[in-house]
């Protein structure tokens, strides 16, 4: 069991252990279950029986929720089946037809669909801002929320998240975060005044490349409706899902110093060479978002990006297709390392690249081999440009 008193790192050990319940083993099993028996009519009455409908929960869920929320310190955790639906969910927990949104112009692209497409359909308005703006003055009367993602996805620019909570909550709007980036491990959501904190599991809470789950946490002013409205669009995690992201919780701390520390590496190796613009990465010294990273994040994971100078689509191409050690892959978090071309969509002048940006996740395997594959993409990239 985890105390209050506890450091993340031993929280993400300890919370959500419930050997007790399961003849001593150290992690709660899958429990696959739809149908839950009650003993009597008796026990049919509401809060009379712990476990009482598959979707509604099992101790595998709980366990998952007990450690998320004993990390996350808030008062409410719903687990849902991806990171695209933490976003949907918190949204919908919050806004109504009629209503208006500021969202990051670096917000993740399905997560901008959604704002574009059904939201829009349901009358709700989207204004865009730049990652970087004093959101002030582009409150409305109606706007009920502001959605950050810092670092942004793809162009990682770091907000700030206080700043931007004391602008909105003085108008009465709630603060929605993606903290997939950081975990909350790394950057603490509630703290910094985030109502509504996502994140997508299929990262690095799983880890290992082989599940797809979400989560919201909010706090206590957020929880009543974010319990409901998961409620009534009838989410669930799979059992077996939360057991991966429960195993895969247990080690992220670790996985997380590593890979911090081999994409700092990469991100060094590269912003030297002479076929790179600039990196995009807040943890390195002369990032635009290094100070506010400094000051608001207690570490960096393995996901950066770099703009190359300008070069043909041929030499791109040529650069990332011959990589040994590099999976081209929509995903990130897992313990492998993956490079991507990045198609950037702004709403804002908020970023401007001359060349091509692509994006890496710094895997575990050992850095001077990936800086070797990266050395040789550059000579093919070379050859063709
Ligand atoms: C920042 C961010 N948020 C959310 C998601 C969505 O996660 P999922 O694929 O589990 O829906 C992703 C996926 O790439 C992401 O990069």
New binding site residues.
């Given amino acids: 069991m985890s105390t209050k008193h506890d450091k993340p790192d031993t929280v993400i050990v300890s919370a959500g252990r419930m050997s007790d319940s399961h003849f001593g083993a150290v992690n709660t099993p899958v429990y696959r279950a739809s149908t839950i028996l009650f003993p009597d009519v008796a026990s049919l009455a509401p809060g009379k029986q712990l476990y009482t409908y598959g979707r509604r929960g099992t101790p595998t869920s709980h366990s998952l929720e007990d450690a998320i929320g004993a990390l996350e310190g808030g008062a409410q955790v719903v687990l849902v089946p991806?990171?695209?639906?933490?976003?949907t969910t918190a949204i919908l927990s919050v806004v109504s037809s009629g209503d208006h949104m500021l969202v990051t112009d670096s917000v993740?692209g399905?997560?901008r669909h959604f704002c574009d497409t059904t939201l829009k359909r349901l009358g709700v308005e989207t204004t865009y801002y730049a990652p970087n703006a004093d959101i002030a003055p582009l409150l409305k009367p109606n706007t009920k929320v502001v959605v950050c993602?810092s670092p942004g996805?793809l162009t990682f620019e770091i907000q700030d998240i206080p700043a931007i909570a004391r602008a909105a909550h003085a108008r009465g709007a709630s603060v929605l975060m993606?903290n997939?980036?950081a975990t909350p491990l790394l950057f603490d959501a509630h703290g910094h005044g985030v109502d509504l904190s996502?994140q997508?599991?299929?990262?690095y809470l799983g880890g290992h490349a082989d599940v797809?789950?979400?989560y919201v946490s909010a706090n206590q002013s957020h929880a009543a409706r974010l319990k409901e409205t998961h409620g009534n669009m009838g989410l669930a995690a799979s059992g077996d899902d939360c057991f991966l992201a429960l195993r895969g919780l247990r080690t992220m701390a670790v996985r997380l110093k590593r890979h911090q520390e081999t994409a700092t590496k990469l991100a060094q190796w590269l912003g030297a060479r002479p076929e790179v613009a600039r990196i995009l990465y807040p943890a390195l010294p002369g990032d635009p978002g290094h100070a506010l990273w400094k000051r608001d994040f207690k570490g960096a994971c393995g996901l950066f990006g770099f703009e190359l100078k300008p070069v043909s689509e041929a030499a791109v191409a040529a650069f990332v297709d011959g990589m040994q050690h590099f999976g081209i892959g929509?995903?990130?978090g897992g313990f492998e390392s993956l490079i991507l071309p990045s198609h950037i969509h702004r709403a804002t002048a908020s970023f401007d690249a001359k060349g091509p940006v692509i994006r890496i996740h710094a895997g575990l395997e050992d850095a001077d081999d990936l800086i070797a594959d990266l050395e040789l993409g550059l000579a093919r990239l070379k050859d063709i440009k």
């Fill in positions: 991806s990171g695209l639906n933490a976003a993740y399905p997560t993602e996805s993606d997939t980036w996502i997508a599991g299929t990262k797809t789950i979400g929509y995903s990130w």
